[in-house]
């Protein structure tokens, strides 16, 4: 009973009225860009498509009835005008129309009556076909988007069969009921073929996958926590967005607040991310003892103007030399809480608090000398730049205070000062060098995003001119959130039809 509870307990937890920490929006102009390229594959699969087999039977009056079969019927050339696509709010999903379709089948078709049995082959032209669909969007228990038929029509407009051979009274006679019987079924036919393809996307869609490990130690959790919303113009999908500890999922203790993606119907797609995605993340890191590090002096690059040894620190800790002379250290650095990034308008902003402990190497023992406590918070900035992700990280603020000492007292902020400096001249241009390069845009072999915009916005959207630093401790409870913005075209980069 009580393991039942343990087991439920996360899935409860999980299902309150959450807040999708991440969201997409698909505007008409991506729409109508994902038409033409889902047009060529569909004209690529009815070329190659074959139609079922129809089977029925014609009763001449009281004298005798024929049964006919066709089969192999299969697409020869299609004449495919470009369809349309609409979002419908009607049906919660998209409408589908397809005006003056004209196709060339061919087939066989078998007869027989009473003790008549005939066969042959047969070519038939269907000539402005109207096919008119309606699917809703909806979601299934495991968070994919489902889709579902609602609605499918069909029209034929002229039908023209011929078979092929000798032109007996009872292939003309047959010719001439079949193509009746044909002109009445096909709409049915169609749209059964329709409600296949819209079944085998469904598929598709089922076995999507939902959960995406970014490394061994953490997973990204995007199943919809919301039905798909649709209106007139656009598609929202609300996501999770949630990253968990891979090994032991748990959520974390603070929850995503809600936002709205910017309006931005010139761009084809929008995605919002909330600071909640990355603070899940670090959740998971820290709750799985993930952010320590032990730093000794052979990890220091020769050219850094600093060493780990007792020598080094009498300047700042004028004791140790004295007590321990001559020797190397081993810090051991960790964070003391989850780190915060909190999205502030224009910028990032990151808090954390973490300990350094040291120890003197006394051969294979390790002695230890203080303790410190750090808080530091630093700001970054984002923006995209052709197709690169760039961006730059300063400074705000950097305390040290001394924790614990086995070595007495003594003043922390000659050390804090050469940390300072040091993270000023030495760590941060080396990191905004290589932020300053950026990184690309993720991108398909077939497809690329183009003219991007990111933008950095608060929950709430008050702009401040300069970002202040965030009091998040104790964080559990409220904090300021907010979330990224990214627009984006996209702009196929081979000829080729994706989907081939
Ligand atoms: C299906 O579509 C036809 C024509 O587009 C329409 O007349 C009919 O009302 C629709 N039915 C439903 C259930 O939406
Ligand atoms: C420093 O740490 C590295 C990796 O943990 C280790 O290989 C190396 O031997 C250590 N150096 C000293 C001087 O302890
Ligand atoms: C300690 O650092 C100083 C430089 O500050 C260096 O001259 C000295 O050789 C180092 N001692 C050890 C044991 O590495
Ligand atoms: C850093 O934080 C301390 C304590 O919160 C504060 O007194 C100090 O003014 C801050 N420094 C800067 C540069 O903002
Ligand atoms: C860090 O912040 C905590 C709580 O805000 C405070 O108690 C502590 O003194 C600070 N430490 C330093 C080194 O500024």
Not at 329 to 334: A, K
């Amino acid at each position: 009973m009580f393991l039942k509870w343990v087991i439920l307990l996360p899935l409860i937890y999980c299902t309150r009225g959450l807040n999708p920490a991440m969201q997409v929006v698909l505007n008409d102009k991506g729409l109508q860009y994902g038409r033409h390229v889902v047009a060529g594959w569909i004209q690529d699969k009815l070329e190659h498509g074959t139609l079922p087999d129809i089977s029925g039977k014609i009763n001449f009056g009281f004298l005798f009835n024929i049964q006919y079969t066709i089969s192999g019927v299969t697409i020869r050339k299609c004449d495919f005008p470009e369809p349309s696509v609409e979002f419908y709010q009607a049906t919660s999903g998209l409408k589908m129309s397809i005006i003056g379709l004209n196709v060339a089948l061919t087939g066989d078709w078998k007869a027989n009556c009473g003790f008549i049995h005939e066969k042959g082959s047969f070519d038939m032209a269907l000539f402005g076909v109207d096919l008119i669909s309606t699917v809703k969007l909806g979601m299934d228990t495991a968070g994919h988007m489902s889709l579902t038929g609602v609605n499918c029509t069909a029209q034929t407009g002229d039908v023209d069969l011929r078979f092929h051979g000798d032109a007996s009274w009872f292939q003309r006679l047959l010719e001439g009921r079949i193509k009746d019987q044909l002109t009445k079924q096909l709409p049915t036919t169609i749209c059964s073929a329709v409600e296949e393809v819209i079944g085998s996307l469904e598929n598709y869609l089922e076995d999507m996958n939902v959960n995406f490990p970014l490394n061994e130690d953490v997973t990204l959790d995007l199943p919809l926590i919301d039905q798909p919303v649709v209106d007139m113009t656009n598609l929202h999908l609300g996501l999770k967005g949630e990253v968990h500890s891979s090994k032991c999922p748990r959520d974390p203790p603070f929850v995503a607040q809600a936002f709205s993606v910017p309006q931005r119907p010139g761009y084809m797609l929008s995605v919002g991310l909330s600071d909640f995605t990355l603070n899940s993340a670090s959740f998971s890191y820290f709750s799985s003892n993930l952010l320590q590090a032990f730093i000794n002096d052979s990890m220091i690059p020769p050219s850094f103007p600093v060493r780990l040894n007792t020598t080094f620190m009498g300047p700042f800790i004028p004791q140790l030399p004295k007590m321990f002379p001559d020797l190397l250290m081993l810090l051991h650095i960790y964070a003391t809480d989850i780190p915060m990034f909190s999205f502030r308008s224009g910028a990032v902003v990151l808090s954390a608090k973490g300990a350094v402990e040291a120890f003197a190497i006394q051969g294979a023992a390790l002695t230890p000398l203080f303790k410190l406590c750090v808080n530091s918070s630093f700001s970054g900035k984002a923006q995209v730049d052709v197709g690169r992700l760039k961006g730059s990280v300063t400074m705000h603020n950097f305390s040290l205070s001394l924790g614990e000492s086995e070595i007495g007292p003594f003043k922390t902020d000659a050390l804090e000062n050469m940390v300072v400096t040091l993270m000023k001249i030495a760590i941060l241009p080396q990191l905004n060098e290589k932020l300053a390069a950026g990184f690309a845009l993720p991108r398909t072999v077939h497809a690329q995003l183009v003219n991007s915009l990111l933008t950095v916005e608060e929950v709430g959207g008050k702009a401040k001119s300069n970002v202040d630093i965030p009091n998040l401790w104790p964080h559990f409870v409220f904090f300021k959130q907010g979330f990224v913005a990214f627009s984006s075209d996209a702009q196929l980069v081979t000829n080729d039809a994706m989907f081939r």
